[in-house]
């Protein structure tokens, strides 16, 4: 059963940097595509990035130039390094493989 395993999240001050790291317990090069998503509190599942293994990445408008999605095949890892990070960055940072794979998230705050 493919699992994905989110961690890195924690409190950080704004324009801090936190960087994620999602492990799966398959091999990550058969998946072409996989996602970062985030849900802030009150609202709804957002899009955050794609890194996909056919060299296709795309970011988010609310968080280009901030964010960077990057992965290790060889460690079965998606990475999202934020920079910069914003109040309205807090939220649970979920992965996603493939259609319907979730991690249980990990957990960002950006406060003062």
């Known amino acids: 059963q493919e699992q994905l395993v989110e961690s890195g999240g924690g409190l950080v001050q704004p324009g801090g940097s936190l960087r994620l790291s999602c492990v799966a317990s398959?091999?990550?090069?058969?998946?072409?595509?996989m996602y970062w998503y985030r849900q802030a509190p009150g609202k709804q599942r957002e899009y955050v990035a794609t890194?996909?293994?056919?060299?296709?990445?795309n970011v988010a408008d609310s968080v280009k130039g901030r964010f960077t999605i990057s992965r290790d095949n060889a460690k079965n890892t998606l990475y999202l390094q934020m920079n910069s990070l914003k109040p309205e960055d807090t939220a649970v940072y979920y992965c996603?493989?493939?259609?319907?794979?979730w991690g249980k998230g990990t957990l960002v705050t950006v406060s003062s």
């Open positions: 996603r493989m493939g259609i319907s794979t």
């Open positions: 398959v091999d990550t090069s058969r998946h072409n595509a």
């Open positions: 890194h996909a293994n056919s060299g296709y990445i």
